[in-house]
């Protein structure tokens, strides 16, 4: 049966946790995947998470079914996140949501339900994107194409390539938007800017899949779901991607949403059904323990309170250890410039660095980082950051 099975390539991004794992070097660093790391080193367990699930274990819960969309307050939860407090999108009853296996389970969702109402048309996402994105839209049956997003000259966004891109779109095409915290390039469009992609979307009547998986590590919870508020906005019907893996720490619990706008109460409801198909064919129902655990904290006014300070440490860490790079790249010398290290947002930095470099990072000096060039500076911290400045000027 298996004799002609073929061995699949690594995963461009898990892939290096694997290596990573089994290389005995003690000082081997991992800025290849997206996690975030305290100062020491570990991946944080919030204290309001940690006050969430004491609670849940002294419950003493059952742990039956959720029901197939998942738990109903997590995804009321979920929708005023990412639409406000006081939306008129989910007063009217146009926003439904279903708890997914993380981000990447909500884009699976969206994309199984995207390819059974549009199998004409062709997914586009940004040149470049996160590694997965081209990966989950083929795996579901659709081609992709990318439009124009990343300009290497300058580092920074290419905003008239972008826009010619996405105007040259086929009606319909499903185009997929990286709400905040651009992965892997850490470069996100102006407000102002993201104005003219919408109405670009709008006018050229494509569908956009906003993908949220970094909300709270931009500049804020609210101020990171303002393209989403803008889209809604609009009266555009869209699916939103959503994940609590990074902003709560819960990497392995797979806590994400799938959040729909529809144009009425009615759609919505049959939509939903739709997605309850598709997820009961696939994996049934969600877990239990994230999804409490999130939903906990979230309706619990002092529990999101202490989350959001915790989020905002973990924000605040970030930046200053980008500016902490550059200063050392700077120190040792090095020829190219590093400053826009600092105008990206989120966890990453396209850094530049070719994939031989990359290489030579990893063979020479046992730092891992995805072959685009993308480091995850959240890894960074005062114990190894003068080690990575250090291989880092080596390799340059
Ligand atoms: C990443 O981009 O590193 C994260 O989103 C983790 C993943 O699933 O790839």
């Given amino acids: 049966l298996f004799d002609a099975v073929e061995l699949a390539p690594r995963d461009p991004i898990l892939g290096l946790n694997e290596q990573y794992n089994s290389d005995t070097r003690?000082?081997?660093?991992?800025?290849?995947?997206?996690?975030?790391?305290?100062?020491?080193?570990?991946?944080?367990?919030?204290?309001?998470?940690?006050?969430?699930?004491?609670?849940?274990?002294?419950?003493?819960?059952?742990?039956?079914?959720?029901?197939?969309?998942?738990?109903?307050?997590?995804?009321?939860?979920?929708?005023v996140l990412l639409l406000g407090e006081g939306s008129e999108v989910i007063a009217s009853g146009r926003a439904l949501t279903a708890q997914a296996l993380g981000g990447t389970g909500a884009l699976k969702i969206g994309a199984d339900f995207l390819r059974q109402l549009l199998p004409q048309s062709k997914v586009a996402i940004s040149n470049p994107s996160w590694e997965n994105h081209r990966a989950l839209f083929e795996r579901a049956g659709f081609t992709v194409e990318t439009y124009p997003y990343y300009d290497p000259a300058t580092h920074g966004l290419d905003f008239d390539g972008m826009l010619a891109g996405l105007k040259a779109l086929p009606a319909k095409t499903v185009v997929v938007l990286h709400a905040c915290c651009h992965n892997p390039t850490g470069v996100d469009p102006t407000f102002e800017q993201w104005q003219q992609i919408a109405q670009a979307v709008k006018e050229g009547d494509l569908v956009p899949f906003l993908d949220i998986a970094y909300q709270g590590f931009g500049e804020g919870l609210e101020e990171d779901a303002s393209v989403v508020r803008l889209f809604a906005s609009l009266d555009l019907t869209m699916l939103i991607s959503s994940s609590f893996s990074k902003s709560f720490s819960l990497y392995g619990e797979r806590v994400g949403a799938l959040t729909l706008v529809t144009s009425s109460q009615d759609e919505s409801a049959r939509v939903l059904s739709q997605l309850k198909r598709i997820i009961r064919t696939n994996y049934s129902n969600p877990p239990t323990h994230g999804g409490t655990v999130v939903s906990t904290v979230l309706n619990t006014p002092e529990l999101h309170g202490l989350w959001a300070e915790e989020l905002a440490q973990m924000r605040d860490r970030i930046r200053a250890v980008r500016t902490q790079l550059v200063e050392k790249l700077k120190a040792r010398n090095v020829a190219q410039d590093f400053d826009f290290v600092l105008a990206q947002r989120g966890m990453f930095s396209y850094s530049g660095l070719s994939a031989e470099q990359v290489e030579r990072l990893r063979v020479e000096h046992g730092v891992y980082a995805v072959s685009s060039g993308r480091i995850c500076v959240a890894a960074l911290n005062s114990g190894n950051i003068d080690y990575v400045a250090n291989a880092i000027a080596q390799v340059l």
């Fill in 26 to 79: 003690p000082q081997k660093v991992n800025l290849g995947v997206g996690v975030y790391y305290n100062d020491e080193g570990r991946i944080p367990l919030l204290r309001a998470v940690r006050q969430a699930e004491v609670q849940r274990i002294e419950a003493a819960a059952a742990r039956g079914y959720l029901p197939i969309d998942g738990l109903a307050a997590y995804n009321k939860a979920a929708q």
